[in-house]
């Protein structure tokens, strides 16, 4: 037996230095505004740098207070800020840009990928951790690789600068305050660990925030019949509380990694204190050159605390990195086929064909073998569970099945390309979905946008939609609200198929297509089903078995097996399977 399941991509490795690697290379495509950050850090560096070392001046001038060294002084106060001011705008501006961009580019990327997942993975993942993982782990990127990279280069670079000159000015002194250089990293490795292993969990626990409560929202009216506000409340404050949680422990992290880098900071400038003191050391240093190598040294304790509480917004980044990467590396939809006609004939054949859902053991189809010739209708009726649902869901390989074969006039459904198969096919489901937009765009929707006017009022016409349609304050434009929440199930049902109308595919799935209606709305859904019909291959799932007895076949399922087939009148009198449901179905009515 073939498992189903298609064999996963390489998953990325773990490394954070891998991941960050991968999302840098975002960054290529805007190397220009990158540059200038870059430029933008430079002097800013240079400048901070310029402030320590023009102190020697400040004591000189203040030594010989002359009127061209009040000048030089003030000029020199004035032009440093100038610098600096200069540098903070080119640094914050074109990494802000840089970073948005990539973030954007990330954003458009993970959304392509979703919309070529197969339906196993939407099976396997809640929508609201996979909208998580746009927004808020997407947002999460944008830290990284925005502020964290405009702090490091800045920052990173004042401390260059500032060593550079103190290394200038006496090496031996700067030599004792880098003593304290590897303590400071081991508590930098430890904390950028610490962070990322907390931030995975606050980005798990933002998606269940999402899930949960997106379900509780759009099931709003089951939460409140039910008198679920209690359970759905202690739902949410329990994924909330663990979000709480996570993000304390990433704050407490953060809160005592700094002031710990601080007090070693401080001891080290302590000890070139004490060490600059003696006269071996401090040679022939002047007052001047003393306080701007004591003015450089406590400079850099600013620089240095930032550079080490950035690692908490790297490692929170890199965090959401690998996450949106691994939706990224989700093996897509397999579409190797390169068949893509215009119209099919509609002949449909399944052959053998066995499948089964990924975890599961046992077959939901068995050995289903079925030929419909074009153009005609063919029922499936079951009890829940016997495998018709599954079996429609692999005509427009929404799942792949296991063994035998279905075939398209006479073509395996495996040499169309999937969308050249799922143009072929219209589809008019129980869950009716609709967008939060115009009646109009709702008829044409997708590959059916360019259509005309006149052909979606046509479509609307034959689905029994105009009669409501133009009620409506505005017609074909009326906004009709989230999933089409401002119309009755049978008005959108009837724009559901106003839409199998407008796409004229010659292959039709109804599925549970007139389920959840009251009889006036089936009558009506009924005549529009009739007409979209006509001259299209049709596979149809009904419960109401009164909705079907028009088919040209009806297929009886049970357990994943074809148990009966024939016309109505020949099942009727059959006295099997479809006969004892038609009864049932029957007494109920009466």
């Not at 064999?7 to 190397?31: C, I, M, Q």
């Not at 700067?174 to 508590?187: A, K, M, Q, S």
């Not at 018709?388 to 395996?412: A, C, H, N, Q, W």
């Amino acid at each position: 037996m073939i498992d189903a399941r298609p064999e996963p991509l390489k998953v990325p490795p773990t490394g954070s230095w891998a991941t960050y690697k991968r999302l840098l290379a975002y960054v290529k495509p805007f190397w220009f505004a990158f540059s200038l950050a870059v430029l933008g850090n430079i002097i800013y560096a240079a400048a901070s740098t310029g402030m320590a070392a023009a102190m020697e001046y400040v004591i000189t001038a203040i030594e010989n207070p002359t009127d061209q060294n009040r000048l030089l002084l003030t000029g020199l106060i004035v032009g440093i800020f100038a610098l600096r001011g200069v540098g903070t705008f080119f640094s914050q501006y074109f990494i802000s840009y840089v970073g948005r961009q990539v973030i954007n580019a990330l954003r458009n990327d993970v959304f392509d990928r979703l919309m070529t997942l197969p339906s196993r993975y939407y099976d396997d993942n809640a929508s609201g951790r996979l909208v998580s993982k746009l927004t808020f782990n997407v947002e999460q990127v944008a830290e990284a690789s925005t502020n964290a990279i405009t702090i490091t280069l800045r920052e990173g670079l004042t401390i260059v600068g500032l060593l550079g000159f103190m290394l200038y000015t006496n090496w031996k002194l700067t030599l004792v305050f880098l003593t304290v250089g590897p303590v400071i990293g081991l508590v930098v490795n430890y904390a950028s660990k610490r962070f990322r292993r907390i931030s995975k969990r606050i980005q798990g626990s933002m998606g269940d925030i999402t899930h949960v409560a997106s379900e509780s929202i759009s099931g709003y009216r089951v939460v409140r019949t039910f008198g679920g506000e209690d359970y759905e409340r202690e739902r949410f404050r329990d994924v909330s509380d663990q979000n709480l949680k996570q993000s304390l422990k990433m704050a407490s992290t953060q809160a005592i990694s700094v002031p710990v880098i601080q007090v070693l900071v401080a001891i080290a400038i302590a000890a070139l204190v004490w060490t600059m003191l003696s006269p071996e050391i401090r040679g022939e240093m002047s007052t001047g050159q003393l306080i701007a190598f004591i003015t450089a040294a406590t400079t850099m304790a600013k620089p240095i605390r930032q550079v080490t509480s950035v690692h908490a917004k790297i490692q929170k980044g890199v965090a959401a990195a690998y996450d949106v990467f691994e939706t990224m590396d989700e093996q897509p939809e397999e579409d190797r086929g390169e068949y893509t006609p215009e119209r099919v004939e509609g002949h449909i054949e399944f052959d053998k064909v066995c499948f089964r859902y990924r975890d599961q053991l046992d077959n939901v189809l068995d050995g289903i073998s079925v030929s419909v010739p074009a153009g005609q209708s063919v029922a499936l009726v079951g009890r829940s569970g016997s495998g018709k649902s599954s079996m429609v869901s692999l005509l427009p390989r929404f799942y792949e099945y296991t063994e035998g074969d279905i075939r398209i006039d006479g073509r395996s459904l495996k040499e169309f390309s999937l969308k050249g198969l799922r143009s072929q096919i219209a589809l008019v489901n129980q869950n009716v979905v609709l967008f939060n937009d115009t009646i109009a765009a709702n008829i044409a929707y997708g590959a059916l946008r360019n259509c005309s006017r006149e052909e979606i009022r046509e479509a609307a016409a034959k689905a029994h939609a105009l009669e409501f349609i133009d009620r409506m304050p505005e017609g074909l434009d009326t906004m009709i609200g989230d999933n089409g929440v401002m119309l009755s199930g049978g008005q959108r049902q009837r724009l559901a198929i106003a839409r199998a109308l407008l796409k004229n595919a010659p292959i039709l799935i109804l599925d549970e297509a007139t389920s959840a209606l009251d009889t006036e709305s089936e009558r009506h859904i009924q005549e529009a089903l009739e007409t979209v019909m006509q001259g299209r291959t049709t596979l149809v799932i009904a419960h109401r078995l009164s909705t079907i007895e028009k088919a040209d076949r009806i297929l009886v399922m049970d357990k994943g097996h074809i148990v009966e087939s024939g016309t109505h009148e020949e099942l009727l009198a059959a006295d099997g399977a479809y006969a004892q449901l038609h009864q049932i179905q029957f007494s109920e009515h009466a």
